[in-house]
């Protein structure tokens, strides 16, 4: 069992499926004898040739609108998209053709297709290579949307992601790409898609993100057990299709509920958390469900985005606060 | 100064307005495929068949018996010339009103009434199981072709990708990416641009400065060739020119049919707002049926006779396919949901089961 | 003072302005000598010239690219996209660019551009021509997104909008451009953006919406008033920024909300509405948040179009069901 | 058959690899502007400047001082030529490495060293106020080039926009649907195509299968040419061609210069990874600062005591650069709210207090 990075379980995924399935074709800008820009494909080119790991001419919606092809007519499309800041030409492709092949030929032609991007900021990057719009993907009809936050789940939902026979945008969050390594089997096993994962268990409130903001959350989560106040914490893992079962279940138990995430908080996916929340778990809530987000603003460049990405201490400032409410 | 890359754009055109053999051939005579002018024939009844559905289509529409259709009024050649030329296992990617290629393969008439009347099932062609359906996205479809004929030459399969775009499509960026794609690759995959003049109101020459569409396949490296759109026989004879190239693994081409879309853009439309009758009655003398005809008559494997009982024909069947889309129910309320995924996530369950619910309760 | 219809009215508030301002430029396809293909730039042309009114080559983000461009030397661009089902493409320029373009340059460019487009469904139109997918503009930072319901506001805010110095997605309800006139004044004056219309008084639920479903939301509203229930009804009319405040004062009022719209409940606007309602009415709701929206599936062909759509009967029903809850 | 349209691809160089005057010269001479050598030096004085800088820059990245900077090492006489044709009037919408074209027109260092340095002002040039700051997501500048061609021509100033675009770049349909929108509106425009051979990794062979890149502008029927772009003198006699015309009201125009990547792509990037330093070197031999100081000294315009000179002195303008980037503090928290809109939103205005507020907390 080898100890790996989020990024290298990614590549490990990307290997495994290769090895197994002669339909997987991985291809995108950079991604072969480069390696990808974050060497997610490192060495794939040099173990299953050009022809299964191509370079693609520079054009991110031809990259969607082939993939669409490619997966209607026998393959297994896996393509990368360099950073989510150029993934703007793909929501073309996707909404209009992946998201609909099925149900618009009434399931004779389907698009099992993954279309990976690294996302979210606090890397230091130049402009446009920090964005987190996920929200953009997860209202599109037919689509699934899979981030992991731990190199394990980063190798089991991305196995699950490429064997779905329905199109899914994989994003990963590129922060927690290298910051610490588990112990992750390359036996090939998926793990479940369109399922809540219960990071830390809690009894106060039920603390919701996904993605790098994990960590933050998780540190939260410490943080408030030293102040008293016992948090749960899940990572939603799939922004769709949803798991509001799992996560009303935690919220009828803590009472409350506060969600983080990175993108700007104007229609972003904690606000359909949110919003299911106040529907469905209305008698339970003991205090409102708050958002600790990005803000309705641009990602500012890298000298000040600090000050954009939510922060451990945001988050339990937060926390404190609903728990004063109620 | 040196110059450092040369181009030309060649015009092909096999029979005149009239259905007169061009004098000036290659290699002084019609394409194989034309030697035993009775050949022609099936190809010349399906043209009569596409036009005489595209009539009772309209009037269906007019009766509020369709939604919106987009008519093949003039493209028959084109689109039967793409049709005969491709082989069963190739893969179409049309647009939207290529019925002629289609028919061809297998797609049902009630297909295409299903599908301009409002009903998914008019995708689900169970022959050419394998072709996209129509796709009204402009030019994204050339990217599906693309991407097909990438798992052609991935899986080895001796298949070729074709798709049709229009005038107004080779104005979208995803035409000339798919384009440059297929040259950079070497894709087996022929793009047909079907220049018909117009782009709803917006005439070809407000869509670029390019004299020729056909040069478009310059910029991606490929070849590119102009053809008599109305031409049978010029249409199916680079249409296998360029299969071929493509099946023998020497990459992609581009064909530029010049034709004319005698019709209004669709039902929904009214073409005298812009364009001039002078024009469209112009163009009408050039319109492939008649030339076809005109042709196969002067071979003699064509007459009067023949084309009255094609007629009668024809009509029986369209009138059959008529019966078919009309006497075909509507889906359940299921049906919305029961194919957006393979794993339908509980949600979406949810809001199945309570949409039949309150169907059921009415 | 003329009758007009809500296509009218648009068609109205485009020559006023281009008569006042001649910056003005209006552009799309198809939308000179044939006026539109729903008539909204007709007879333009002919008055203001082929160079004020030209048809484009047919390319979605080459108008949205291009207007980015005229708008940053100078020019009021107000392009029109022929249906919503084709503005994908600009997502990448209007979220990498006109969203960004004041920000980025701390002030030095900026875009004050219009896009406009008929949106919904209901009018039996084919595939991809009955969208509704505000929700994507809504979550892209600096960029306004209007939707008017009734030729007055259709004039007022359009006017509004191309005047804003930001951009702005205007977002036309192509099922009631032509359902019914009313009396509009042709007098220049604009309406504010950011801002709601109450359309009905009422003291025990508030009902939210905006664009073609006001047309139910009022009909269910004349319902439950029947039934003995007294709805207000808000047409939220800019999309984003929202007007939370006048929401909320409406909510805290009657306890109660229901919010309605056409596009898939996932990561629709109306989430937002509920998460903010679910943060910041916590204290006053008397019942559960609940959303009348499409499903969250593609919109399906006309001949089941009508079961997708939030149906008066819908509304009222959901309606009774929060006011049983409570 | 018949031969419907035909094109060729020029290429053009006056100064050779080894700063001589090629012999097959367009009326045998030099142009207008380098009548006089003389007049060259101040834009090989930039050139110079603009590689030190360059050098500086990346040394201000390795040591944590600066963001991922791309580099413009090997480019200058493209980037040169095209800013000195231009006049202050004009507009540029460069691409991300084209310093020595912004320079000319007035962008400080410091600019350059603030963007790459996470910090918004250095998009705030206050000359040329109102050129395009750079821009990152590839080709997008392309359209808003052409769009500030339609506002130049619509309102009737003798202006011109100039845009920069890779070899990568000219995949994506933006790229493409710029120029084909450009050509049918005849707009005062001028594509730049520069291409340094790479876009990171992928050569330019794999980008497309047209021999030339020049010839893209087939496709929207105009000019297309091909140049050195290490040539500082065919640079700028291309650029001046082509705004010319533009100006004239003959409409766009598009020129490939062929130049060369000697960095990596950007600090980020280590482009021995995928590329052979034979390449590289060979590259080298044709960089165009060597030759255009060899052309001027051959002139006898410039020799070594002014090289150093010029070195110390550029030195010591790249360091007061620096020292201004360095002392520029970081802005209020409320800047990331305050430049959203002109009239900002109260929900934007909350969400700034807040932030303001939680910032002076600490
Ligand atoms: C991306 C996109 N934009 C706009 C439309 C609306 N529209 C439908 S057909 C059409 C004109 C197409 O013209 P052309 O490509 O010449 O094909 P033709 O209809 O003439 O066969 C337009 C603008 C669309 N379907 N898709
Ligand atoms: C739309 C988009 N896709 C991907 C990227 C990531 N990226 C940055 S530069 C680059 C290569 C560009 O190559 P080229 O156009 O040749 O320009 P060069 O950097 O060589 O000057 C890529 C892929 C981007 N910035 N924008
Ligand atoms: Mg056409
Ligand atoms: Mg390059």
Redesign the interface.
């Known amino acids: 069992m080898a100890e790996v990075a989020l990024v290298e379980a990614v590549t490990m995924a990307l290997a495994w499926e290769m090895a197994h399935d002669d339909t997987v074709?991985v291809f995108g800008?950079?991604v072969?004898?480069?390696?990808g820009?974050f060497r997610a494909t490192a060495g794939l080119q040099e173990k299953f040739g050009k022809?299964?790991v191509?370079?693609?001419?520079?054009?991110e919606?031809?990259i969607?609108?082939?993939?669409?092809?490619?997966?209607?007519?026998?393959?297994k499309?896996v393509a990368e998209i360099q950073f989510m800041?150029?993934i703007?030409?793909v929501?073309?492709?996707m909404?209009?053709?992946a998201?609909?092949m099925?149900?618009?030929?009434?399931?004779?032609?389907?698009c099992p297709m993954v279309l990976r991007a690294p996302y979210g900021g606090g890397i230091?990057?130049?402009?446009?290579?920090s964005e987190s719009?996920e929200?953009?993907f997860?209202?599109m009809?037919?689509i699934r949307v899979v981030i992991p936050s731990s190199p394990g789940r980063a190798y089991g939902l991305l196995l699950a992601s490429i064997r779905?026979?329905?199109p899914v945008v994989f994003l990963e969050p590129k922060r927690i790409y290298r910051s610490y390594k588990e112990e992750v089997e390359d036996d090939g096993e998926e793990l479940p898609l369109?399922m809540i994962y219960t990071l830390r268990d809690g009894t106060d409130i039920t603390l919701v993100a996904w993605g790098a903001m994990i960590k933050e959350t998780l540190e939260a989560g410490e943080e408030l057990e030293r102040q008293g106040v016992s948090a749960e914490v899940i990572d939603v893992a799939t922004i769709?299709?949803?798991?509001?079962?799992g996560i009303l279940e935690s919220v009828e138990r803590t009472g409350r509920c506060v969600i983080v995430h990175e993108?700007?908080?104007?229609?972003?996916?904690?606000?359909?958390?949110?919003?299911e929340?106040?529907?469905?778990a209305?008698m339970h809530?003991l205090?409102?469900?708050?958002?600790v987000t990005g803000?309705?603003?641009?990602m500012?460049?890298?000298?000040?985005?600090k000050?954009?990405m939510p922060s451990t201490k945001?988050i339990v400032k937060t926390v404190l606060d609903v728990m004063a409410?109620s | 100064m040196s110059v450092t890359a040369t181009f030309k754009i060649d015009y092909h055109q096999f029979l005149d307005e009239n259905g007169e053999a061009h004098s000036d051939l290659p290699g002084g005579k019609l394409p194989a495929f034309a030697d035993n002018p009775a050949d022609l024939v099936p190809l010349y009844r399906l043209m009569v068949l596409t036009r005489l559905f595209d009539a009772k289509a309209i009037a269906l529409q007019r009766t509020g018996k369709l939604g919106t259709y987009a008519s093949s009024l003039g493209h028959e050649a084109t689109h039967v010339g793409i049709g005969a030329a491709m082989r069963e296992e190739d893969c179409l990617a049309p647009m939207y009103r290529e019925y002629g290629a289609q028919f061809y393969r297998g797609v049902k008439m009630s297909d295409v009434l299903l599908y301009w009347g409002g009903d998914e099932r008019g995708n689900d062609f169970s022959v050419p199981s394998h072709d996209f359906s129509w796709c009204v996205p402009i030019a994204t479809q050339c990217l599906h072709a693309a991407g097909a004929a990438v798992a052609f030459k991935y899986l080895r399969q001796p298949r070729v990708a074709v798709t049709v775009v229009g005038d107004g499509g080779t104005s979208e960026g995803q035409f000339y990416e798919a384009m440059n794609l297929a040259g950079a690759w070497k894709l087996p995959v022929v793009f047909v641009v079907s220049n018909n003049q117009w782009a709803i109101s917006v005439p070809r020459s407000a869509q670029s400065a390019a004299q020729t569409l056909a040069q478009k396949a310059i910029a991606a490296g490929i070849p590119g060739v102009q053809v008599d759109g109305n031409d049978l026989i010029a249409v199916r004879w680079a249409m296998e020119e360029a299969l071929e190239r493509a099946r023998k693994g020497d990459g992609p081409s581009m064909i530029e049919a010049l034709t004319y879309r005698l019709s209004d853009h669709t039902t929904a439309d009214d073409a005298t707002r812009y364009r001039e009758n002078a024009e469209v009655e112009e163009a009408r003398r050039k319109e492939p049926l008649s030339r076809t005809r005109k042709f196969l008559e002067a071979q003699g494997v064509w007459d009067a006779k023949q084309q009255e009982a094609l007629e009668a024909e024809c009509a029986k069947q369209v009138d059959a396919a008529v019966a078919e889309y009309e006497n075909t129910p509507v889906q359940a309320p299921e049906a919305i949901f029961d194919y957006m995924f393979a794993n339908m996530p509980e949600s979406l369950k949810q809001q199945r089961d309570q949409h039949v619910k309150e169907m059921n309760d009415g």
């Open positions: 074709v800008e950079d072969g004898i480069n390696g820009v022809e299964r191509p370079d693609t001419p520079l054009a919606n031809m969607a609108g082939m993939s669409v092809g490619m997966a209607a007519q026998g393959l499309p800041g150029f703007y030409p929501v073309d492709q909404i209009s053709h998201g609909r099925r149900t618009r030929t009434r399931g004779r032609l389907t230091h990057a130049p402009e446009h290579h719009t929200a953009l997860a209202h009809p037919g779905d026979p329905d369109d769709y299709p949803l798991d509001m079962e993108a700007p908080r104007h229609c972003g996916v904690g606000a359909e958390i949110a919003a929340l106040a529907e469905k209305f809530l205090a409102p469900v708050r958002r803000f309705d603003t641009v500012p460049l890298f000298r000040m985005e000050q954009y945001r409410e």
